[in-house]
């Protein structure tokens, strides 16, 4: 049997019963100020649609929007900067913000130098 996911204690279904006020209470002291001085119109507008259209992928710049229980399998794009990142809002993404599962620098990988290197830093040494 699968271990099923709790937040403090609670699982998903019971998260999804509660108001906004009272899943302030548990998540971190941040997000609990941010919570209960209100989301923005921005914010309150991604929400609204995706209780509107649950099946849809929606697409938004809110990074600082925190994940609540009712986006959870939710499909989301995220931008980060230069392109939209797909989520799939899962069980663990409770209580973070959206810009934490969106990375806006990517992987550096050190390789031959590039397009228009100069001669010298195209050598390579022997020994």
Known sequence: MAKQFTF?????EELKQ???ENFAKLVTSRERR??????????????ENLR???????????????VLPEMVGRKIGVHNGKEFVSLTIADYMVGHRLGEFALTRGRVK????????TRA?????LK
């Open 110 to 117: 050190h390789s031959s130098p590039g397009v228009g290197a």
């Open 34 to 47: 941010t919570l209960l001085r209100g989301l923005n119109d921005r914010q309150k507008k991604l929400l």
């Open 52 to 66: 509107k259209y649950p099946d849809k992928f929606h697409r938004t710049h809110e990074r600082d929007m925190i």
């Open 18 to 20: 509660l108001s906004l």
């Open 8 to 12: 403090k204690g609670k699982t998903i």
């Open 121 to 125: 830093s195209k050598h390579v040494p």
